[in-house]
């Protein structure tokens, strides 16, 4: 119990279409983050799973059933939204309770049910307590605890840790994957936080647009982004992108001039675009922690105007003369480089990306198979 699956979403607003046809299947006991810049309509189509928006066209399924016209208390979800929404003037223990006393269950269900989802969330010890006793982090504990005694099939959050700082958003970051695997029940998130996406999904959708981008286990995103939207979003900062023409197709993959030398990049190069690549541009991209100092496969020399002194990382940012773009490089640990000089680094073929001219990407011949474990063991 807990499957969803989306056939050809569309939502408009008026003219405004705003969700352009989405279909995804979500499997029972999946955590699912719906992740993308502002706009791009993840919560509105949170919104729709939850019944809280009608779909213009298209079907939501939940369990073999379509939910279209179902009313929210029925379609089995339970939503935890970015405000807590409590009720301040009552007790954590009312807070939680809320919803079973709506649904009129006996007093010891309800205090079986809330002493559970308390323990589950560590509140027990403030169950007597009044929401405006709590930090941010123990209020938002309270909401998920009002969507737990629901013992809904399935949860959504819509940027629930957005209030947070950042130390508690790691806390609850952690937290919430705990609780996903005690709990086994389907979940999806909504964030812009691509840390929280990477860090607990099982799988990623990445909306751009109102369409989906890309849908992949959160490290298949990182290392084989299928155009360039999903390449810039996912890895802070972006990765690197890079005009390059093909120089010739391989056995393995494409030959480009890099800088005036040849560079072979091992990608799949689909049968019918081979004889029309060579001469054209296509672009390569290579994320900042891949660059490194001094000579190697691909080498060039770049004067970076601003070195940003982490610690444990030295950041330059270069301005490329024939683009606009900057040029970034990640370095680990302190290195000594300085503003306004010329500095010479490199990158190895492995670590790149080419991408066609529409911004669709060559798949990279790399094996994720060992990097797709589940999270907590
Ligand atoms: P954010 O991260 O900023 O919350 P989002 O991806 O969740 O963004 P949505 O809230 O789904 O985006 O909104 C998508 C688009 O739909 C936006 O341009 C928004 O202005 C528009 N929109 C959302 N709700 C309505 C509404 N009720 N009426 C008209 N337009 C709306």
Request: proline residues 4%; contains cysteine; aromatic residues 6%.
């Amino acid at each position: 119990m807990g499957q969803l699956s989306l056939k050809n979403i569309i939502k408009n607003f008026g003219d405004f279409e705003v969700v352009k046809g989405v279909s995804l299947d979500v499997n029972e006991g999946e955590f699912v983050v719906f992740v993308g810049p502002s706009g791009c309509g993840k919560s509105t189509l949170l919104r729709m799973i939850a019944g809280l928006e009608h779909t213009t066209d298209g079907d939501i399924v939940i369990d073999d059933k379509r939910v279209n016209d179902l009313a929210p208390v029925k379609r089995g979800i339970a939503m935890v939204f970015q405000s807590y929404a409590l009720y301040p003037h009552m007790s954590v223990y009312e807070n939680i309770a809320f919803p079973l006393r709506v649904e009129r269950a006996s007093e010891a269900e309800i205090r079986k049910k809330v002493q559970a989802a308390a323990e589950i969330l560590h509140l027990d010890s403030h169950l007597q307590q009044k929401p405006g006793n709590l930090s941010g982090g123990q209020r938002q504990r309270v909401a998920i605890g009002r969507a737990i005694v629901r013992e809904p099939e399935i949860f959504l959050f819509d940027e629930p840790l957005s209030n947070l700082d950042a130390a508690l958003r790691a806390d609850m970051r952690i937290e919430l994957t705990r609780l996903h695997k005690q709990l086994g029940a389907t979940m999806i998130y909504v964030t812009h936080d691509q840390v929280e996406a990477m860090t607990m999904a099982d799988r990623i959708v990445v909306l751009n647009g109102g369409y989906i981008a890309q849908v992949g286990v959160p490290l298949e995103l990182y290392h084989k982004p299928q155009n360039t939207f999903v390449a810039g979003f996912i890895g802070n900062p972006r990765m690197n992108l890079l005009p390059v023409n093909v120089l010739a197709v391989t056995e393995n993959g494409l030959e480009v001039d890099f800088n005036g030398k040849p560079l072979r990049v091992d990608v799949h190069v689909p049968e019918d675009k081979r004889s029309t690549l060579v001469g054209m541009q296509v672009t390569l991209g290579i994320r900042p922690e891949h660059v490194a100092l001094g000579a190697g496969e691909a080498s060039m020399s770049v004067t970076p105007t601003v070195v940003e002194q982490l610690g444990q990382q030295t950041i330059g940012y270069a301005a490329l003369s024939e683009q606009e773009n900057n040029f970034c490089f990640v370095l680990s640990g302190t290195q000594i480089i300085e503003a306004e000089q010329a500095t010479q680094v490199s990158f190895s073929a492995g670590d790149c990306h080419i991408f066609d001219r529409d911004g669709n990407a060559f798949e990279r011949k790399i094996d994720l198979s060992e990097m797709t474990a589940p999270k907590i063991g």
